[in-house]
Structure formats: structure tokens, C-alpha cells
């Protein structure tokens, strides 16, 4: 009888161990994971930014490369939206949108991406778009030139100054199967000389 309380209780600490070893293998992978998530990536080919960072501050991110064909600096700013956007299947789960200001060759670009989803975009499509408090005003936006439809561009030197003396912009875009949806960004303290 002693035996087997004795057995009964060293097979209690071997489970309990187990559990407290795969515990600790699960916590060191997911940090893997977040560390990787938290890498920002640049595309070769479109030298768009496709992945963003995750922040909790949502405040300017900077970050330089070279036009391999020109040899040329390219530099960006991006700050991502304020919340996630919520869509339904396949979409769901959560898509991160992200404003990004792109410089290249003496020429800037502004987009917004979306982690996950569809902008719907037309030639003669206009989102509108709110700095601060004051009224709305509508702001023409184009697909890019591979025809994908997670980003949209707008006329960069149209909202280029307003960005840099406001502190938030909502941007509403036209969703596929979602419909219109607000994103709002913190653009405060923008640092961007070009």
C-alpha cells in the first residue's frame, strides 16, 4: 500500500513537470514569433512596404533603402491605424492598415495597406479624408500598377502639408463586401524633409 501512494506520487511530479517544461517551450516559441512579426520588410521588386510593425504607440516609424536600379536612396515614414479593422470571412481575424509616405527619385508617394482584405477602387474613386477637427474633404486614390487591391495610393503633395500640421487623420475607404469603413491614424511629430 505504501508502494503504491509512493508510485501514485512520483507520477504526479513527472505530469506536473511535464507540464511546466512544455509550458515553457510554448512561451519561448510564441516570443520567437512576436520578435519576428515585429521585423519590418521591404518588397525587392514594388520597393513597397508590405509588412508592418507592430506597435502599441502607433506613432512614426522610418526607414531607408536603396532603388537597386539607380542606386538612389528611398526613404519611408509609416504609422499604423489606430485600430484593427474588422471583416468577414476570409478576411476576418483582424487587418492591420498602415499610412505609409514613401520618397524616391525626387518624387513622393502616399498609401495606405491593409494586412488583410480588398480596397474597391475605380478610375475615378475618392475616399475622403478628415484632419483633426475640421470638415472632410474628398481626395482622389488610384490602384497601384500590378493590380493588387490591398493598398491604395493618394496624391501625395495634396495631403502632404496637411499631414504635417495635424495630429490625426480619419480615412475612409470602400471595402470589398464590407462597405465604407473609417481608419484613423496619430500623425503627430512627423519627421519628413522631403
Known sequence: MENKKQNSSKIFWIIITIIIVALIVKCNSNKDVEHELSKESLTDSST???DTLISTEHSWEYFEDEDKMTSANMY??????NDLLDFDSPYDGGSKASFILRHKDSYGNAYVKISKGQFIVHSDTKFRIRFDNEKPKYYSVSSPSDGSSDLV???YYQLIDNIKKHKKMIVEAEFYREGMRAIEFNIENLKWKH
Open 153 to 155: 495610393f493618394f496624391e
Open 48 to 50: 513597397i512596404i508590405t
Open 76 to 81: 519611408y515614414a509609416m504609422v499604423e491605424a
